[in-house]
């Protein structure tokens, strides 16, 4: 069936640090891709999504590119800030699933000052 | 505020007793979605409507679970007989779902029903 492995956490970095959270997988056919992401005491929002191979998602100064090759969908920032301290979700999505979206377990990211 | 609202935000209740959350979607969506979030863990799908029509069930709905969407705006999750291993964040999300044209599934988020079964 469809899941979404994505890096455990917690990820603890120093502000204006560099971002990788690794996200893979497993899917038939070509779903769409997403990043969803928690900020303390909110609910869940769309940070980013690719909808076919190759395709850059980017937002907020964050990026993922949809590798077909890889079946990765890997999140990177440049530089991070503390406001960027929250829990992050892959996530997949297919139209024959009814869009049913299916989730990685998410990263906790915490930025320190 | 037009966006996805839940309630209540908090439901405490004793073992046994029966709970219903409500979801409201945003207006123009006519895909409406229940998903469990636990600790630590990601959003697992419930079910979900097309309008007022409920088109799956994930095995993890036993039949004391059932969700209406009677007029194809709100959503209830009624849970009956709860038990502590329903203790979890229940999360309504909703999503535009157009027949014809592209859709990529975007999901749009409540803040969530978080439920204590003590």
């Known amino acids: 069936g469809n899941s979404v492995t994505q890096m455990e956490g917690p990820v603890t970095l120093s502000e204006e640090a560099f971002l990788t959270i690794n996200c893979t997988y497993t899917a038939t056919g070509y779903p769409s891709l997403f990043w969803y992401v928690q900020y303390p005491g909110e609910g869940l929002q769309l940070l980013l999504k690719?909808?076919?191979?190759?395709d850059k998602g980017s937002n907020k100064g964050f990026e993922a590119t949809y590798r077909k090759e890889t079946t990765s969908f890997h999140l990177e920032k440049g530089s991070v800030q503390v406001s960027d301290s929250a829990v992050y979700f892959c996530?997949?999505?297919?139209?024959?699933?009814?869009?049913?979206?299916?989730f990685g377990a998410g990263t906790r990211l915490f930025v320190k000052a | 505020d037009t966006g996805v609202s839940q309630d209540p935000r908090h439901k405490i209740t004793k073992r046994g007793q029966n709970v219903t959350f409500r979801c409201d979607p945003i207006?123009?969506?006519?895909?409406l979605y229940w998903y469990r979030q636990t600790l630590g863990q990601g959003p697992e799908f419930l079910t979900y409507?097309?309008?007022?029509?409920?088109?799956?069930k994930s095995r993890l709905l036993s039949d004391r679970f059932s969700a209406e969407r009677p007029k194809g705006s709100f959503s209830t999750l009624e849970i009956q007989r709860t038990e502590q291993g329903d203790s979890a964040m229940y999360l309504c999300a909703s999503s535009p779902i157009t027949v014809g044209r592209p859709n990529t599934g975007e999901l749009f988020f409540g803040e969530g029903s978080r439920l204590t079964v003590l």
């Open positions: 409507f097309q309008n007022e029509a409920q088109l799956e």
């Open positions: 690719a909808t076919k191979a190759d």
């Open positions: 207006s123009e969506h006519n895909r």
């Open positions: 996530a997949l999505s297919k139209e024959t699933g009814g869009f049913k979206t299916i």
